[in-house]
């Protein structure tokens, strides 16, 4: 069967009730049938669920839909997205270890290793986006004072930028030099990209985002190699960033629509993308799967459509922006994203906010910048809005001027 076959076929066991749609199973708690179950269950020696903190019916059927989407061995599911970057991360590293990572990063990405992880004696080295294999090799080869990476972390695309990582070239680095190659697959999803293929250890995602796909749930999750995944369901089942029941019932059934949708959010986004490019008011519009874009064809060769988020660069700073947004019509004002409907952010007052100017800087996050998350309106009603807000914001600056 096709993978978006077992994305709606993939259930948990039936119960005695011969359900047709998978029950919620809202317990804290699952009983023992005898005292020899329970023995058995805490030492693992039977496989079942003891407490939703550890697992749970619906969890569990939500983890292998997307391991069966991302092909991976095993995973976790989480309460958000970020715990499970956080899970992947110190489930893994240890004091004296090194992690590089991809610069163009989500603004809590950037804390965890710059706030927390070196509060715990572990090292970390930046790497532009579109640096070379022999750049990525030299910030992983061990030189005076630091060791070989443990972990090279990524978004690609990248969170707000869309710069690219290019998977097959740092699945080769991780052959030579045996790193756990832990990558962020949050904005491509298991149905644009999926890195395992590339030679990637661990894939990731917010759930929250296009799993989800209504802004209804948080959630997160990690799939990857099943030895990897042990330690970090240790880490998590004792530190506890457990996914409700609830929520993974939500993104469960919301898996099964989840190809359908995407279709849907590229389509848009590369139509908008171009309306955009051509217009005179916009001065910069960053999208994959644009010939434009600086890494086109690297977007070609690991993706199999643009995805649906927008980047562009309106002249006139924060007061352009204020303007475009009091325009804008259909368009949500909001910091999140993968929504059936369009949600437009300001990056560098909302989601990367907390980043210093000379980091801004470095991700290309300026006062103009726009995030746009393209929802599943009718593409020519998306158009016209975003046409009009761009010249009545760059009308309303000429008259300031």
């Given at each position: 069967m096709k993978k978006q076959t077992k994305a709606i076929r993939t259930q948990a066991k039936k119960s005695q009730n011969r359900e047709h749609s998978v029950p919620l199973y809202l317990t804290s708690s699952f009983a023992f049938e005898s005292a020899e179950q329970g023995k058995a269950l805490f030492e693992e020696s039977e496989e079942g669920n003891i407490y939703s903190r550890f697992s749970n019916p619906n969890v569990s059927e939500f983890v292998d839909k997307v391991?069966?989407?991302?092909?991976?061995?095993?995973?976790?599911?989480?309460?958000?997205?970020?715990?499970?970057?956080?899970?992947?991360?110190?489930?893994?590293?240890?004091?004296?270890?090194?992690l590089v990572a991809c610069r163009a990063l989500f603004g809590?990405?950037?804390?965890?290793?710059?706030?927390?992880?070196?509060?715990?004696?572990?090292?970390?080295?930046y790497v532009d986006a579109t640096a070379t294999e022999a750049e990525w090799e030299a910030a992983i080869q061990p030189n005076t004072g630091r060791p070989v990476a443990r972990m090279v972390y990524l978004?690609?695309?990248?969170n707000p930028g869309l710069e690219l990582v290019d998977l097959a070239m740092l699945g080769r680095l991780k052959e030579k030099y045996g790193f756990i190659l832990n990558v962020d697959?949050?904005?491509?999803?298991?149905?644009?990209?999926?890195?395992i293929d590339f030679g990637a250890d661990l894939s990731i995602h917010s759930a929250t985002k296009f799993m989800d796909g209504q802004g209804r749930v948080l959630g997160g999750i990690v799939v990857g190699r099943a030895d990897l995944i042990q330690p970090i369901r240790f880490f998590a089942r004792h530190t506890g960033p457990s996914l409700s029941p609830f929520n993974a019932w939500v993104l469960s059934k919301s898996l099964e629509t989840l190809d359908l949708r995407m279709e849907r959010h590229c389509r848009n986004a590369q139509q908008l993308a171009e309306a955009l490019e051509a217009h005179e008011d916009v001065a910069r519009v960053l999208y994959p799967f644009l010939p434009s874009h600086p890494q086109f064809e690297l977007a070609k060769a690991q993706m199999s459509a643009g995805g649906a988020i927008i980047t562009i660069e309106l002249e006139g700073g924060f007061e352009r922006i204020k303007a475009f947004f009091d325009a804008l019509e259909i368009a949500t004002l909001s910091s999140n994203l993968g929504d059936s409907r369009?949600?437009?952010?300001?990056?560098?007052?909302?989601?990367?906010?907390?980043l210093k100017p000379d980091e801004k800087a470095a991700l290309g996050i300026t006062p103009?910048?726009?995030?746009?998350?393209?929802?599943?309106?009718?593409?020519?009603?998306?158009?016209?809005?975003?046409?009009?807000?761009?010249?009545?914001?760059a009308d309303a600056l000429k008259e300031q001027v």
């Open positions: 391991c069966m989407l991302e092909n991976a061995e095993d995973g976790i599911a989480t309460g958000t997205g970020m715990a499970a970057v956080f899970a992947s991360m110190a489930g893994l590293l240890k004091s004296g270890d090194h809590s990405a950037h804390q965890i290793i710059t706030q927390i992880l070196s509060k715990w004696g572990i090292t970390h080295t978004e690609t695309p990248s697959n949050c904005f491509a999803t298991p149905i644009l990209q999926t890195p369009t949600i437009v952010t300001n990056p560098n007052t909302t989601t990367h906010a907390k103009g910048l726009v995030r746009i998350s393209v929802g599943l309106e009718a593409i020519d009603d998306l158009i016209s809005d975003f046409t009009q807000a761009v010249e009545k914001s």
